[in-house]
């Protein structure tokens, strides 16, 4: 289905999941920015709320997590949490509305199910959030029975699971050991706690992977009844995540065979009859994600391809990132200056960038392009990409229809190298950022 242009796909791109992205963030934009754009924040936001802990923490993973081994560090964590929960909530106007609250980590399930229920239920009193919609990530490694009932009593609707591969030798390559059982078990008590979107992370490109082993752990993933699919390429940069190093690099597939296993990929979900969403996600026809695609609603943002259309996302925890309309900003990332920060009843929000009127205008392209595979380009931005695009124009990967640049099916896999060439912060160096494929 898809041709192997290797050239166009030489220089790393972002994931745009924002635009400018956090390689642009600067030490401008702070604690009294943040409050000046929370305190006029209105209509529809969602929370985003991390919890930087694992039971186990696995080579590959490029989070902001640690081992939860240590009950001090985890309690004083979530004690500045609570914190910042509150200082937030009583500076965000009685007209915007909580409507969904989203924890990530790391892993969620890496703390107590009794502190998961006291943060839920500080998040729904503070936030007067009566009945937001609900959604999880989750390590089935540390799925205990008792998660299952928290999950079913708080009423979580959404749930991912950080599956990987279902083989074992490659899961022993990449320091994340979980037999199919417990992927199973773990998968069928989320059903049974009411969970209706149930997504699977998967990885291609990791070390030994073959396409056998690609096709396997795919065919399961259907078989198990996942609603969404997220096939990501796995980056190797142990340069500037020191825990990879623990990860073969001789045994890394290379460029060619990444991108086949890209497009098996893609063509076997496709033929099991789920619907592509953006360049690496796929969902059941029935599911939100599915439906958003499918109508041209489909949004990103720092959780990825979503139908959430908030416009204001507030992050919660240490490293998380707040969007607005015209400000992007970071928590601290570091847990011990985060929790300092709290004790004294100090927002730790402390890097970011505003958001220009050409910044928005390009954003909103890039987002077209990612999202709905076509965008209209203004005349001055044609003058300026369409000499960049001239080698995708050529190998018949976009067209220009009438205004609008359109990513055609054979163009799929470089549709983020295709963005990357309306973002004039990418005229200096890519190489922060992962292969496109």
């Not at 994931?15 to 006029?40: C, K, M, Q």
């Not at 925890?317 to 992007?328: C, E, K, M, T, V």
């Not at 309306?422 to 005229?427: M, Q, T, V």
């Amino acid at each position: 289905m898809w041709t192997y242009h290797p050239d166009l796909l030489a220089i790393p791109v972002p994931r745009y999941t924002s635009f400018p992205t956090a390689a642009e963030f600067d030490d401008s934009v702070g604690a009294a920015s943040f409050v000046e754009a929370l305190e006029r924040t209105n209509g529809d936001v969602s929370l985003y709320v991390h919890i930087p802990f694992c039971e186990k923490i696995c080579w590959y993973c490029g989070c902001n997590t640690s081992v939860a081994n240590r009950t001090d560090r985890v309690s004083g964590y979530l004690d500045a949490l609570h914190r910042e929960i509150g200082l937030i909530a009583e500076r965000l106007p009685q007209d915007a509305g909580v409507t969904r609250i989203a924890f990530g980590g790391g892993s969620p399930n890496g703390i107590s199910p009794v502190d998961f229920v006291r943060l839920v239920d500080a998040l729904a009193l503070q936030f007067s959030a009566t009945n937001p919609a609900l959604s999880i990530e989750l390590d089935p490694r540390t799925m205990a029975p008792d998660w299952g009932a928290v999950i079913g009593a708080v009423g979580i609707t959404r749930a991912s699971l950080g599956v990987q591969t279902f083989a074992p030798e490659l899961q022993q390559a990449i320091g994340r050991v979980q037999p199919a059982r417990m992927i199973e078990e773990t998968t069928g008590m989320l059903r049974r706690a009411g969970v209706e979107s149930l997504n699977f992370d998967l990885m291609y490109g990791l070390p030994g992977q073959t396409m056998a082993h690609l096709e396997d752990s795919l065919t399961r993933s259907v078989a198990l009844g996942a609603d969404r699919i997220a096939l990501f390429g796995y980056a190797h940069v142990p340069h500037l995540i020191a825990r990879q190093r623990k990860i073969d690099a001789q045994a890394l597939p290379d460029a060619g065979e990444r991108f086949a296993m890209a497009a098996r990929g893609h063509a076997l979900l496709v033929d099991a009859g789920y619907v592509p969403v953006g360049f690496d996600h796929f969902a059941k026809p029935g599911d939100a994600l599915a439906q958003a695609t499918l109508s041209g609603k489909l949004r990103r943002n720092f959780q990825g391809f979503t139908e959430d259309s908030a416009p204001v996302l507030l992050g919660l925890g240490a490293s998380s990132i707040s969007g607005f309309p015209d400000l992007l900003v970071q928590n601290e990332k570091n847990t011990g200056r985060y929790r300092m920060k709290l004790s004294q009843d100090r927002l730790t929000a402390h890097r970011g960038i505003r958001r220009t009127v050409e910044d928005r205008r390009r954003a909103a392209v890039i987002e077209a392009l990612l999202c709905r595979g076509r965008a209209r380009i203004e005349a001055d931005l044609q003058c300026e990409a369409w000499p960049l695009l001239s080698p995708y124009f050529d190998a018949g990967l976009c067209d220009s229809d009438r205004g609008d640049l359109v990513i055609l099916p054979e163009g799929l896999p470089y549709a983020r190298s295709i963005a990357a060439r309306f973002d004039p912060y990418r005229k200096d160096s890519l190489r922060r950022f992962s292969s496109a494929v």
